[in-house]
């Protein structure tokens, strides 16, 4: 069946370094993917979204780029903040599909 | 302002005890979730409503049923909590994108303590 994998529980770094959140996936259709943040006590908000392959998405500092050759959409950006810290969660859905499934989340941790 | 609202926002229980958890939305939003969220397993579909009177299970339905009467209103049901339905539970409503997608838009969630 479709499944959505992050490899990293979680990831501490230092303010103003660069990260990379990874997520791959399985699936037999044709994929759209997603990527939600969940800050401490509120609810999991959208951050990105992407079904077109080898095109970079951006919201908010981060990024991604959606490569159906390798089933991958990593989380990138290029210089962490304190307010980064958070759970995000990798999701894919099939196209016009009702149903997403989610990763199991990583915590990211941004020291000062 | 778009927007999914969950009541209560904590609750506790006894074992055995009825559950009713409430989510609302005011987006006209044809399809409603209902979400567990336990630490390390992150989010769980329990149900997936897709209009009025038309539900469909999820990936872990035990335990729970759900009610949608009205388009802006769907309840999680839990008869007779057990221990183990302690968890944080999430309702969203999703939008249907041009792009092929369904953006879900989540409320701030319900904090159930069974004990």
């Known amino acids: 069946g479709d499944s959505v994998t992050q490899t990293e529980g979680l990831v501490t770094l230092t303010k103003g370094l660069p990260v990379m959140l990874n997520c791959t996936y399985q699936?037999?259709?044709?994929?759209?993917l997603f990527w939600y943040v969940q800050h401490l006590n509120e609810a999991p908000k959208l951050l990105l979204k992407?079904?077109?392959?080898?095109k970079r998405t951006e919201h908010q500092g981060f990024y991604a780029t959606l490569h159906k050759s390798s089933s991958s959409f990593h989380l990138q950006k290029s210089s962490v903040q304190l307010s980064d810290s958070a759970l995000y969660f990798c999701a894919l859905s099939d196209t016009n599909a009702y149903k997403v499934i989610f990763g199991k989340g990583t915590h990211l941790h941004v020291l000062p | 302002d778009m927007k999914v609202t969950q009541m209560p926002r904590y609750l506790i229980k006894r074992m055995g005890e009825n559950v009713l958890l409430e989510c609302g939305q005011d987006m006209s939003h044809e399809t409603m979730y209902w979400y567990r969220q336990d630490p390390g397993l992150g989010l769980q579909l329990i149900y997936i409503s897709y209009d009025v009177d038309s539900n469909s299970e999820g990936d872990i339905p035990k335990g729970y049923r759900v009610s949608r009467k009205k388009r802006e209103h769907f309840s999680l049901i839990l008869d007779s909590a057990k221990t183990n339905q302690t968890s944080v539970y999430f309702c969203?409503?999703?939008?249907?994108?041009?792009?092929?997608?369904?953006?879900?838009?989540f409320g701030p969630g319900t904090r159930l303590t069974v004990l």
């Open positions: 969203a409503s999703s939008l249907y994108n041009t792009g092929g997608s369904y953006e879900q838009y």
């Open positions: 699936t037999t259709y044709s994929p759209f």
């Open positions: 992407s079904s077109t392959d080898n």
